[in-house]
T-cell receptor, first 113, second 114 residues
Framework: AQSVTQPDIHITVSEGASLELRCNYS??????LFWYVQSPGQGLQLLLK??????LVQGIKGFEAEFKRSQSSFNLRKPSVHWSDAAEYFC???????????FGRGTSLIVHP | GAVVSQHPSRVICKSGTSVKIECRSL??????MFWYRQFPKQSLMLMAT?????????EQGVEKDKFLINHASLTLSTLTVTSAHPEDSSFYIC??????????FGPGTRLTVL
């Protein structure tokens, strides 16, 4: 069965610092990969997705993610974090055809002023 | 962009009562809608997938008689939690998908059963 692992439950960064959130997946083939953000009490917003092609994917709000097949990883990055980026971030994978994502447990991002 | 709404955003009910949650796609027709459940500080767990006009497909471990799903039109799906108990308290999120691959998520409904 496919699975996705987000090893960090919490990440704390200072405003203006760079950010990297880790995501690893376990699946025989290359799945479809997603990053979502959830603000408190809100639904999910898609930040970016990877289906095929260029392994460096640009998303909204200045986020990017890089797919590394050899490491089964899809880490999310942002060069300079803003206080408004504080939220819960979910990595997700989906089988080809179904596009129904399986979510990781999430990483809570805390931004210090 | 595609917008999905949920109503109500919060509901508090007594144990033993039933609660209905609506999920609407506001500016597109959703051929498929999904219902998720999220416990505090945890991930989203898919409960069921519903296609307009057909019976929902429930994930393993989800009681279909407990969580009734109706997808009567291309813009509306409802989740009814029947005979709710405190352990049903959770954050319920729906999503909708049109003909493409992307799911659009609603803002969620916080259910508290006393």
């Amino acid at each position: 069965a496919q699975s996705v692992t987000q090893p960090d439950i919490h990440i704390t960064v200072s405003e203006g610092a760079s950010l990297e959130l880790r995501c690893n997946y376990s699946y025989g083939a290359t799945p479809y990969l997603f990053w979502y953000v959830q603000s408190p009490g809100q639904g999910l917003q898609l930040l970016l997705k990877y289906f095929s092609g260029d392994t460096l994917v640009q998303g909204i709000k200045g986020f990017e993610a890089e797919f590394k097949r050899s490491q089964s990883s899809f880490n999310l990055r942002k060069p300079s974090v803003h206080w408004s980026d504080a939220a819960e971030y979910f990595c997700a994978v989906a089988l080809g055809g179904s596009y129904i994502p399986t979510f990781g447990r999430g990483t809570s991002l805390i931004v210090h002023p | 962009g595609a917008v999905v709404s949920q109503h109500p955003s919060r509901v508090i009910c007594k144990s033993g009562t039933s609660v209905k949650i609506e999920c609407r796609s506001l500016d597109f027709q959703a051929t498929t809608m999904f219902w998720y459940r999220q416990f505090p500080k945890q991930s989203l767990m898919l409960m069921a997938t519903s296609n307009e006009g057909s019976k929902a497909t429930y994930e393993q471990g989800v009681e279909k008689d407990k969580f009734l799903i109706n997808h009567a039109s291309l813009t509306l799906s409802t989740l009814t939690v029947t005979s709710a108990h405190p352990e049903d308290s959770s954050f319920y999120i729906c999503s909708a998908r049109a003909q493409g691959n992307e799911q659009f998520f609603g803002p969620g409904t916080r259910l508290t059963v006393l």
